[in-house]
């Protein structure tokens, strides 16, 4: 499922070691596959957000293609590509694996590839300052309000613990109720009581009213909790320079190999040679392709990146106008650490994934891919 | 020897007889150890009463209000003063049955509202920020107390359960929403933040991130109440309080009949099992 829905790709960390009160940056692109499984529902209602092991890390700013994106986003484009950034800040110190992650409504979250962050410093000296627009400075958005909330439960509880302490110092359960047997109500509740009940309610509503209305003089300009949905066009749409079409496809399943036989047309204008098949975070790389090593940023994590690569029944370029059929291979445990076989329990058996292709220059070229996957369960390579 | 009013006045230390001299225990006929006894009886069911009442209260707003009560940035001015009271008015109206019907005692709602705001305090501490570090500020919980009082007083003045529904259960519902304004208001000031317009308490859940609630997660108001220009709280909070009315009385008289005591008569059958009465002959 995770292979045909959200392809991230140029994920990059600007720090992995960060101190409290540090800022960083997580930036990178994503793909909605045009292939979208129907058990997952369509990126119709998107927030883009960060995956962190609780409030580790602070949220400074978030954009999806250059817009902010502190609300939820309507209706992204299958097939499409966009970009995020998101402007972090180190909170509680240690070790903190953090992920981009595109949360989709009806979906759930779906998460791109992870980094540990290693955060140092006091957690304690941690502050977020933040000014209003009514000009008020807060030293700290942490405990910002909290004495004025408190204060007012305190007071409730104040109020409410007089109250049962005016019954409670009487004699309670058995006596009451073997009076109330004796249909001797007018002892347990008397004029008196109902006189200072009625005396609290006057300091209830007096609390009530009077603590809205001053809190109102205090906070004219406050506003509601802001809601609705932004709107944002994706990337301009890349030529489609390459053109892949799967022919077969098999999974290997005790030789942890995925098999494809492609065919793929260069529709550009100059050769292009394959460099790397992504998909669910993980990268099976062309080692002998020095712009597709090159393409794998310092930060990305090791452990996605499988190490025997990416085996090509054909390794020279395919020249503009060709359309050649190439054999490719692309095997490691990595299949099974990430879970990524449930294809041989789906009810549709499918993949999905992005070819990215080289020029010469490095140009590189993303191509789609995708389609039925037939397991074989007792070859052995 | 002790006498009844000696005991009383232990009892009751600062409190006048009747005017006929008659007080609760010399009327309910205890002798003086077993009115030291009922004493001792008063504080175990409190001791054990109050811990009761506490986490089911809890456990009952997490799993109907949740989030509302949770979050800060779910406290809208739509969806949470609705939900909330509605939800909260069950136990204190089921708990001021059983307290009024069977002792007279005009505290079962202050009790439930009390017991559940400091269960939430010691939640917030403990869940919120020991166990996960998310600041208070994010964790703010709603109170009840107010209405919970009103709902007492109300009872107290009117000594009916239909008219209490009909006035305090109102009362709760729409007090929820002033009651709780004047804590919460410093959280509605508004920030620019990205070249848009929040709320400090949409700021904090942006900032301290719970990674499995994106933001369309949140059930607040999306403007569909905009007929009523700015004042869409009061008309959740009269309309949480006409719910309320039948809440009320709804959990009054499940209340009233879980606090009863019942004595099913044993049949021919059980009472030969138990040996009470021999077999009949076959």
Not at chain 1, 1 to 29: A, I
Not at chain 1, 72 to 77: C, D, P, V, W
Not at chain 2, 88 to 113: D, E, K, S
Request: net charge neutral; glycine share 8%.
């Amino acid at each position: 499922m995770r292979t045909r829905t959200v392809q991230f790709y140029d994920v990059h960390f600007s720090k992995t070691d960060v101190k409290v009160n540090e800022r960083f940056e997580l930036t990178g692109k994503f793909r909605l596959m045009e292939d979208w499984p129907d058990a997952v529902t369509p990126p119709d209602i998107v927030f883009v957000s960060s995956v962190s092991p609780g409030p580790t890390i602070a949220r400074v700013e978030t954009y999806l293609n250059g817009e902010p994106a502190r609300q939820s986003f309507a209706k992204l484009e299958l097939g499409r590509d966009y970009d995020f950034r998101m402007v972090l800040e180190g909170r509680t110190s240690g070790s903190s694996h953090i992920h981009p992650s595109i949360s989709i409504k009806g979906s759930g979250p779906l998460v791109g590839p992870g980094q540990w962050i290693n955060i140092s410093g006091d957690a304690h000296s941690f502050a977020f300052p933040i000014k209003t627009m009514t000009g008020l400075q807060i030293d700290d958005l942490q405990t910002f309000g909290l004495t004025n909330a408190i204060g007012w439960h305190v007071a409730w509880l104040a109020v409410a613990a007089a109250w049962l302490l005016f019954w409670l110092v009487r004699p309670l359960f058995l006596p009451r109720w073997l009076v109330l047997q004796k249909g001797r109500e007018d002892l347990l509740v008397s004029l008196r009581d109902t006189g200072v009940g009625i005396i609290v309610a006057a300091i209830v509503l007096v609390m009530v009213f009077g603590g809205y209305v001053r809190a109102n003089q205090e906070y004219p300009y406050n506003v509601p909790l802001q809601s609705g949905l932004n709107k944002v066009a994706p990337r301009p749409a890349s030529p489609a320079d390459a053109e892949v079409k799967v022919i077969s496809a098999t999974y290997d399943v005790p030789g942890r190999s995925m098999r494809l036989a492609t065919r793929i047309t260069n529709k550009g204008s100059e050769p292009l040679s394959i460099g790397e098949l992504t998909t669910a975070n993980i990268r099976f790389l062309n080692q002998g392709l020095p712009a597709a090593i090159a393409n794998v940023d310092p930060t990305y994590p090791r452990d996605l990146v499988a190490r025997t690569g990416l085996e090509l029944s054909s390794d020279t370029p395919i020249n503009p106008g060709e359309t050649r059929e190439v054999l490719v291979e692309a095997t490691d445990a990595v299949w099974e650490l990430e879970r990524l076989v449930s294809f041989l329990t789906d009810v549709d058996s499918k993949f999905g994934g992005l070819l990215l292709l080289y020029t010469p220059n490095g140009k590189r070229v993303i191509a789609e891919m995708g389609g039925p996957i037939v397991p074989v369960f007792t070859e052995l390579k | 020897m002790t006498s009844i009013t000696d005991i009383d006045a232990v009892a009751i230390p600062k409190r006048k007889a009747g005017p006929k001299g008659e007080t609760v225990i010399s009327v309910s006929g205890l002798t003086p150890g077993a009115a030291r006894y009922s004493r001792m009886f008063d504080f175990l069911v409190v001791a054990a009463v109050v811990p009761l009442f506490a986490g089911a209260f809890h456990l009952h707003v997490m799993l109907t209000v949740g989030d509302w009560d949770m979050y800060v940035d779910w406290k809208d001015r739509q969806y949470w003063p609705l939900v909330t009271p509605i939800s909260m008015i069950m136990f204190p109206a089921a708990l001021q049955a059983i307290f009024w019907v069977n002792f007279r005692l005009p505290i079962g709602a202050t009790v439930g509202a009390t017991v559940l705001l400091i269960t939430t305090w010691l939640g917030r501490y403990a869940n919120w920020w020991i166990w996960t570090g998310f600041p208070f500020t994010e964790g703010v919980p709603s109170q009840v107390i107010a209405g919970a009082l009103l709902m007492d007083m109300a009872l107290i003045v009117l000594r009916n359960s239909l008219f209490t529904s009909i006035f305090a259960g109102f009362a709760f519902g729409f007090v929820f929403w002033p009651s709780n304004y004047s804590a919460l208001a410093p959280f509605y000031l508004p920030v620019e933040h990205q070249g848009m317009v929040a709320s400090l308490a949409d700021m904090i859940g942006y900032t301290f991130p719970r990674s499995n609630m994106p933001e369309y997660l949140r059930i607040i108001e999306r403007g569909t109440l905009r007929t009523f220009g700015s004042s869409v709280s009061w008309v959740s909070a009269a309309f949480a309080g006409f719910i309320c009315i039948f809440m009320h009385q709804l959990w009054w008289q499940l209340g009233r009949f879980a606090s009863q005591t019942t004595f099913l008569k044993n049949g021919d059958v059980v009472k030969s099992f138990m040996g009470m009465k021999s077999r009949p002959a076959s």
